[in-house]
């Protein structure tokens, strides 16, 4: 596993140089698919769902992304996109359309369905993460402003 972390860290370490992130942003970029690889690790080891490992890495990788986005002051795409390479699923797309070629129709369908399946729990796991941040900025700039008295109740 821990093998495994250090090769998340380097995909997302080259898909940084690809992206042009630069400095320490880059290092930053490259650990989050690190933590992100870590997260799912960890959870196929504890449970057999590739569905759940992959939401709890997409979940803590959002949360990552968020932080490192406002200590860094950087946007969030920067540290998302690099740490959500390893995650991808290509390999499920690769044998999607390899067992269509091969003519397994029902083969290609399972394989289509679970690929986009993990694709969606992405999506989801970025979703949450995101609005539940924004919701939580708007209640502290609402909070702020009534401290000041610059909002009516």
Do not use: H
Request: hydrophobic share 50%; net charge positive.
């Amino acid at each position: 596993m821990f093998l495994q972390v250090i090769y998340a860290f380097i995909v997302s370490l080259g898909f940084g140089v690809l992206f042009n992130v630069r400095d320490k942003n880059l290092f930053f970029a490259a650990l989050g698919g690190a933590v992100g690889w870590f997260f799912y690790s960890l959870t196929m080891n504890l449970s057999d769902s590739s569905i759940l490992a992959m939401l709890i890495a997409s979940i803590s990788i959002s949360i990552y992304a968020e932080i490192f986005s406002r200590v860094l002051k950087n946007p969030v795409t920067l540290f998302l996109v690099c740490s959500l390479i390893p995650l991808v699923p290509g390999s499920g797309m690769y044998y999607t359309v390899f067992e269509a070629v091969e003519g397994n129709v029902f083969g290609s369908l399972n394989n289509g369905i679970e690929t986009l399946s993990l694709a969606g729990v992405i999506a989801v796991g970025i979703i949450l993460v995101s609005t539940l941040s924004r919701l939580m900025q708007k209640l502290k700039i609402r909070r702020n402003q009534r401290k000041l008295g610059n909002v009516e109740e």
